[in-house]
């Protein structure tokens, strides 16, 4: 009985470790879904609603690849990873993409092995306090107890900082957003560090938010994005110029509302390209001419994904900053679509 | 006349690994272990198949590098300079730590439940049959959560502490309880405090002696030394002679809220007080039910050939019902040891840095050498786990019967 149990566990991890590997669009497509990884929920980038659909920044992104690809932006299993399964479930197969506000850095790319088709957030590292202790920067959190969430970047970020201004402090490692906002109201911690993007959506989901300040050190570079697994570069393609389109589409004027006006036919040969009436870039990716066309029609172009989930108007309440296009002086820019 | 004589011996043949039962059970075993290494050679060819295609190869040259992480709780010195090794070890103490707190809590609590579990008094004995019921049965993670979480909600954090009317104080002045851990006086060693500690050591070996004496005397004289308060008195009396002549040499540090916390004193994490107890009550519970067994198996007749010869109940069971007891608890209890080692490992769910938390948290993200540090950690559990058995085999040796 004993071995019996063995034999089937063994069995289960070989099974497991076989299938990996393949071509992931013949995956996706056979299996007519697309596993995407996601946050375990931070309101504003990826949660559940009251009615358990997932709604968000980076579910934007989800669902416009499987628009792009399976031609329905529902078709996605959404499997939320914390920061540290995160990898172990893009790595194993478990999932085809990864849009879990992850810092693209170095090591993650070549060491890691793994692609990041772009960028979906510029972000940095942020601390934030309640008002009534009285700090108003960075340098004065000597001493403090940090709230951090375990398996990330910010962990690193976190001790240079401290290390390079001579301070010291006492970490306090998190598993999930949810146990930090915990953990932090109770006051066990005095300060919760992580991208700025998530101590806003974080802070608005506090009873009074008024109560607590992010301090205006930006202590970091996290440029946040969607990532898939090396070696398939075809699936690394598809993800890539999807985010592109979105970007591009902001760019052209090309909205949720107009894309089907304008897949008529315009004067404009790049939005022609995009919207799949002149050219074949649809083909070159191995998916149809509409692809881009669904990918905005299934949460809008990238302004419109912003505005409607972290924007100035949400509760959230971000503003483009870095995140605008190149045009109105931000970093957003995508390459031509040629 | 019939002459009887040997069958004639057969010479070996092959289907014989088959049909004859003298040989058939190694021909199936055989085949059985051919088939487990093929197995995991089919599974290892298929790792090293995979991480191949991946482009991944298997190396520790990681614990070299510098770990670039904090660490709340190392009791040797580490900084985030340091190497992933030296934040496993941090790790690994840390583990040891919790294990030895738990297990000699859950022992102490486990043979109180489980002596008053057989109480005369109908009271004590279904208050802890309760006890044994509800922590038995309830996951220790839950406990651990359940535990850490009442903490953190009811302890007041440590700004309660501050102001001319401040919500909390601390008990005698000396000891916070906050939703942080739990805040203590530190002892300062000045000079001569060496010699208040060696006295201290060597009275303890003074009252073993004592002890050791007064009951050779009994043996052989049949006079009867009283134990209670010389022991005590050799206990504690040169101490406080020697502290008190060498000038007071070891004072108290009193922690004392400055900044964000309190400095100074001992901290003790509140998350090391939850995985603690956790583990404590849950296993003390599982232990007291070894206890009650351990009783039970001392067969009825000893405790009433004792009391016919005239010895009080609590002699009863210290000389003659609990030696005998032990020799059927202590192998469970070796068990009990290991699960509390093996649980600690949960110690993630409140954030306790354990091994598991540095090597196979912390370092197994950053690096992402998942294989390497997975079984780094499985061998340091297969390691201390049989350190542990091994040294608990010595002692149930000892306690065995003896056969003569």
Not at chain 2, 21 to 45: E, H
Request: hydrophobic share 45%; charged share 15%.
């Amino acid at each position: 009985m004993k071995k019996t149990a063995i034999f089937g566990a063994l069995t289960v991890a070989g099974l497991a470790a076989g299938a990996a590997g393949a071509a992931t669009l013949d995956d996706v497509k056979a299996r007519g879904v697309l596993n995407c990884g996601v946050t375990t929920g931070l309101v504003g980038f990826a949660a559940p609603d009251a009615n358990g659909e997932w709604n968000g920044f980076d579910v934007g992104v989800c669902r416009a690849v499987a628009a792009a690809v399976l031609g329905d932006p529902t078709a996605v299993e959404f499997v939320p990873t914390t920061g540290k399964t995160r990898f172990t479930a893009l790595s194993s197969g478990e999932i085809d993409l990864l849009a879990r506000n992850t810092t693209w850095t170095f090591s993650r790319d070549v060491d890691l092995k793994f692609e990041f088709v772009g960028v979906n957030y510029y972000d940095g590292q942020g601390f934030m306090v309640p008002k009534a202790l009285g700090v108003s920067s960075a340098k004065e959190l000597s001493g403090a107890t940090v709230c951090i969430q375990t398996g990330t970047t910010t962990e690193l970020n976190l001790a240079d900082y401290f290390r390079k201004n001579n301070m010291d402090y006492q970490p306090v490692p998190i598993e999930t957003n949810a146990e930090a906002q915990q953990q932090y109201l109770a006051g066990a911690c005095d300060v919760y560090t992580t991208d700025a993007s998530g101590l806003a959506a974080t802070r608005a989901a506090f009873e009074n938010p008024g109560d607590h300040v992010v301090l205006p050190e930006i202590i970091s570079k996290e440029p946040l994005g969607p990532l898939v697994r090396h070696g398939d570069n075809d699936w690394g393609d598809i993800a890539r110029w999807t985010l592109n389109a979105l970007i591009a589409a902001e760019e052209y004027g090309i909205t949720s509302a107009n894309a089907e006006e304008m897949a008529q036919g315009t004067d404009s040969p790049e939005i022609n390209r995009i919207l799949g009436t002149e050219g074949n870039l649809g083909e070159m990716l191995g998916l149809d001419a509409d692809w881009a066309k669904r990918a905005i029609l299934a949460g809008g172009n990238y302004g419109e994904l912003f505005e409607k989930n972290i924007g100035e108007n949400t509760p959230i309440g971000l503003s483009r900053g870095l995140n605008a296009q190149w045009t109105d002086g931000g970093l957003l820019y995508s390459p031509p679509f040629r | 006349m019939t002459t009887l004589s040997d069958p004639p011996r057969e010479s070996f043949r092959l289907s014989m690994l088959i049909n004859d039962t003298r040989y058939r059970a190694y021909t199936f075993q055989f085949i059985a272990l051919m088939l487990v290494l093929a197995l995991f050679a089919y599974l290892g060819s298929n790792l090293v198949a995979n991480l191949r295609a991946a482009g991944l190869n298997i190396s520790y040259e990681f614990l070299g590098e510098s770990s670039n992480y904090d660490i709340n709780q190392t009791l040797i010195d580490y900084t985030s300079q340091s190497s992933h090794l030296r934040a496993s070890i941090v790790g690994v103490l840390n583990t040891l730590l919790v294990a030895f707190l738990a297990c000699v809590t859950a022992t102490i609590i486990g043979v109180i439940a489980g002596v008053a579990r057989l109480s005369p008094n109908w009271l004590v004995r279904k208050l802890m049959a309760g006890y044994v019921e509800a922590f038995r049965n309830v996951p220790v993670l839950i406990w651990i959560i359940i535990i850490f979480t009442i903490m953190t909600a009811v302890l007041p954090a440590p700004s309660a502490f501050r102001g001319e009317d401040p919500d909390a104080s601390m008990l005698f002045g000396a000891v916070a309880f906050t939703n942080r851990g739990l805040y203590l006086p530190a002892p300062i060693w000045g000079p001569g405090s060496l010699v208040v500690v060696l006295v201290f050591i060597a009275s303890i070996v003074g009252v073993f002696a004592y002890r050791r004496y007064a009951t050779k005397l009994l043996y052989d004289t049949g006079k009867l030394l009283p134990m209670g308060w010389p022991s005590l008195a050799i206990f504690i009396l040169p101490t406080l002679l020697v502290y008190f002549l060498l000038g007071r040499p070891i004072t108290l540090e009193y922690p004392e809220l400055a900044g964000f916390n309190f400095q100074g004193g001992t901290q003790i994490l509140g998350s090391l007080i939850a995985l603690w107890w956790a583990l404590a009550i849950y296993t003390g519970a599982f232990i007291a039910e070894n206890v009650r067994a351990g009783i039970q198996a001392v067969s009825k007749g000893q405790t009433e050939a004792a009391a016919s010869l005239g010895l009080r109940p609590k002699r009863i069971m210290n000389l003659v019902v609990l030696p005998q007891a032990l020799r059927v608890i202590i192998p469970p209890l070796i068990s009990n040891y290991l699960n509390i080692t093996k649980n600690s490992s949960l110690a993630i769910a409140v954030g306790y840095m354990d091994v598991t938390g540095t090597l196979g948290g912390i370092t197994l993200n950053q690096t992402g050498r998942a294989i390497e540090a997975i079984l780094l950690l499985m061998l340091f559990y297969l390691l201390i786990s049989l350190a542990i058995s091994a040294l608990m085999n010595v002692y149930n040796n000892a306690m065995r019967l003896k056969e003569r």
